[in-house]
C-alpha cells in the first residue's frame, strides 16, 4: 500500500540529504511542502519534478485530509519542510496523528536537525536534553516560560531568530542569572558557520557589540541548572532582586 514519508531535507548546505532521501522524493506521487517556491530550489537541484502540495501551519488540518485520501487511492506522498526535520517546530503533526489513527503507514527518512547539529558540537552535556522550540514571542509569555525552567538541570535547546536573539539573552541574564553559560550556534552548515559559548552576561555584552552578531539562523542552548546544596536557589535571588527594587 502507499505511504507517508516523513523527509528530512538540509538545514542550509544543499549536499545534507540522505541517498534515501532522494531515492524516496524521485518515487513519491506527491510532494507537500510548506513553501513550494523554496522546496522548488532544492528538488531542481536534485532534478526531480513531481507534484507539489502546499502544506503548512495554517491549512494543515483540512488539507492534511486531501493527502490521506490520496494515500488511501494508493498515492505515495513524502512530506518535506523548509529545513529539516519535518514536525520538528515545522508542520506535519496533525497529519501524522491523523495517519496513525486511521493505519495508514508512515515512514521517516532521517537527516539534518539543527537541534541535533547544534547539541552535537556545542560542548554542553548531552546525555539528556531537553527541547523548547521557540519562546514565545510577547514579553511575558517569554518570562513565564523561562521562569518555568529556572530549576531544570537538562541543557535547553531553543530556536531563535535575529531580531529576538538579545532580547532573549537579556532575559536569560535577568532569570537564570549572570553565569549561566550559553552556546549560540549560528548559521549551521553554511559559509559562516560559528559557535560562540560565553557566560549569559558576556554573550549578551557580545551581542550588543555589533549587529552583525545577530544575523543569520541561530539555535540557542542554555546549560542546566546545577544541583548545589549549598548554593541559594536562583528563585531566591531573583525574588531578592526584585524586593532591592521595591525598598527605598
Ligand atoms: N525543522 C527544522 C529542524 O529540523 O531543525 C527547524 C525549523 S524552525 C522553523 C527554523 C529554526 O531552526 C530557525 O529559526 C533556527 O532557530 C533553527 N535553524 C534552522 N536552520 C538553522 C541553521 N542552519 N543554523 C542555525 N539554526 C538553524
Known amino acids: 500500500p502507499a505511504k507517508l514519508y516523513i523527509v528530512a531535507?538540509?538545514?542550509?548546505?544543499?549536499?545534507?540529504i540522505s541517498y534515501r532521501a532522494i531515492e524516496t522524493l524521485q518515487q513519491v506521487d506527491v510532494i507537500a511542502a510548506e513553501d513550494t517556491r523554496h522546496s522548488g530550489k532544492l528538488l531542481s537541484h536534485y532534478q526531480i519534478k513531481k507534484p507539489m502540495f502546499p502544506l503548512h501551519d495554517h491549512?494543515?488540518?483540512?488539507?492534511?485530509?486531501?493527502?490521506?485520501?490520496?494515500?488511501?487511492?494508493?498515492?505515495?506522498?513524502?512530506?518535506?519542510?523548509?529545513?529539516?526535520?519535518p514536525l520538528i517546530s515545522d508542520p506535519g503533526y496533525h497529519l501524522v496523528n491523523e495517519c496513525r489513527e486511521k493505519g495508514v503507514d508512515i515512514v521517516p527518512i532521517p537527516g539534518a536537525c539543527a537541534t541535533i547539529a547544534a547539541l552535537s558540537a556545542a560542548g554542553l552535556p548531552t546525555d539528556r536534553f531537553s527541547?523548547?522550540?521557540?519562546?514565545?514571542?510577547?514579553?511575558?509569555?517569554?518570562?513565564?516560560?523561562?521562569?518555568?525552567?529556572?530549576?531544570?538541570?537538562?541543557?535547553?535547546?531553543?530556536?531563535?531568530?535575529?531580531?529576538?536573539?538579545?532580547?532573549?539573552?537579556?532575559?536569560?541574564?535577568?532569570?537564570?542569572?549572570?553565569?549561566?553559560?550559553?552556546?549560540?550556534?549560528?548559521?549551521?552548515?553554511?559559509?559562516?558557520?560559528?559557535?560562540?559559548?560565553?557566560?549569559?552576561?558576556?554573550?549578551?555584552?557580545?551581542?550588543?557589540?555589533?549587529?552583525?552578531?545577530?544575523?543569520?539562523?541561530?539555535?540557542?542552548m542554555i546549560a542546566g541548572a546545577v544541583a548545589d546544596s549549598e548554593a541559594i536557589p536562583q528563585v531566591a535571588l531573583n525574588t531578592l532582586a526584585l524586593l532591592k527594587e521595591q525598598l527605598p
Open 9 to 16: 531535507t538540509p538545514i542550509g548546505n544543499i549536499s545534507d
Open 59 to 85: 491549512n494543515e488540518r483540512e488539507r492534511g485530509k486531501v493527502l490521506i485520501e490520496k494515500i488511501k487511492a494508493g498515492q505515495s506522498v513524502a512530506l518535506i519542510s523548509d529545513a529539516g526535520t
Open 131 to 220: 527541547f523548547e522550540g521557540f519562546l514565545p514571542a510577547k514579553e511575558k509569555g517569554k518570562q513565564d516560560k523561562l521562569s518555568a525552567l529556572i530549576e531544570e538541570t537538562r541543557t535547553m535547546v531553543f530556536y531563535e531568530s535575529p531580531r529576538r536573539i538579545t532580547d532573549t539573552v537579556q532575559q536569560v541574564v535577568n532569570i537564570l542569572g549572570a553565569d549561566r553559560k550559553i552556546v549560540i550556534a549560528r548559521e549551521l552548515t553554511k559559509t559562516f558557520e560559528s559557535f560562540y559559548a560565553l557566560p549569559a552576561q558576556e554573550m549578551l555584552e557580545w551581542l550588543k557589540e555589533d549587529t552583525n552578531h545577530c544575523r543569520g539562523e541561530f539555535v540557542l
